[in-house]
């Protein structure tokens, strides 16, 4: 990039529940690069049930480093294991 800065990336999160919860069993915020993109994150009833993927997506930077940082956390109340099934970083800058 010719103005020195980083390049920008989408980042794709994928999420699948494996054990049949109910709608708002487990919830969890996601954070990409310090930008909260999801705020009591409910797999189950985002992709309509269990085993079923559903997608988040932004764009970011990465830090001085090169990084680009995910981070989960649970949401009041709510029990498991956040469980990401994949993610795809594309340039797209």
């Known amino acids: 990039i010719g103005d020195g800065e980083a390049p920008v990336y989408r980042v794709r999160l994928l999420f699948a529940e494996p054990e049949p919860l109910a709608n708002g069993d487990h919830r969890f915020h996601v954070t990409v690069q310090g930008n909260r993109i999801a705020e009591d994150f409910d797999v189950t009833a985002a ?47």
């Open 47 to 93: 992709a309509a049930g269990e085993r079923r993927v559903v997608a988040l997506e932004t764009e970011a930077r990465p830090d001085p480093d090169g990084w680009l940082s995910i981070t989960f956390e649970p949401a009041d109340s709510t029990t498991g294991t956040t469980l990401l099934s994949g993610v795809v970083v594309d340039l797209i800058e």
